[in-house]
């Protein structure tokens, strides 16, 4: 997985004139899987995952996937309303990091992920996170919705474990889940963003999609502050 479609990430950062690495910021709430998806993405343990309901990640971290990519691992918010807003003025404040090379000033960040854990009804918390935060900061066209833990999207109904992927219903599920995600974004911040992927970190289903999400996703441009 470490080199997957890495000669088209490095085509595509010289030929739009990126600068290397592409920085990947990871956000959503503590527990959606930040940290598993960094070890699905790495196909291994890099990032120390959670047990129980305790948040695991309390920085940014960053962590190199290869010369060209890199992500960071965000505290998840969900952690009382103080840790909360300390996590919040964290993102913002990395989303406002600048860095200025050749004399321009270009953001830090070039790509957010938001990760919503699909097998909650409660998605407040994300969406407010998306709103209030992040898109007040970045580019809609600069941010991605992944859409986590598909595997439990229907209480772990419809997966089929040995195979490791969603059977038709649950598949069904999680398209609809997709576009309501859309939907409702469009809905209150009047913005629209590529309508999600859904993956499961845990059971690496859906992976190579969300690689392949990010890559279609690069930026055409740097992202000037
Ligand atoms: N069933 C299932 N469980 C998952 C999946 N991804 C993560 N988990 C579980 O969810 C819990 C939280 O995962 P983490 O990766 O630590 O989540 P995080 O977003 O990094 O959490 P914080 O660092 O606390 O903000 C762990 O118990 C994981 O094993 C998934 O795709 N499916
Ligand atoms: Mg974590």
Known sequence: MKSYRFDEIKARIHSNGLLRPLDVLLVGGTGTGKSSTL????????????VGVDPETQQIAAYQFHDYLRFHDSAGLGDGKAADQKHAKNITAELSRTINPEGTRNG????????????SRDLGTAFKLLESVVLKSIAPERVIVAINQADMAMKGHHWNAQLRQPEAPLLDFLEKQAYSVQQRIKESTGLTISKPIYYSAQFHYNIPAFIDHIISHLPKERRAM
């Open 108 to 119: 830090f960040i070039d790509l957010t992920v938001v990760l919503l854990d699909g097998s």
């Open 39 to 50: 070890n699905a993405l790495f196909g291994s343990t890099v990032a120390k995952v959670g």
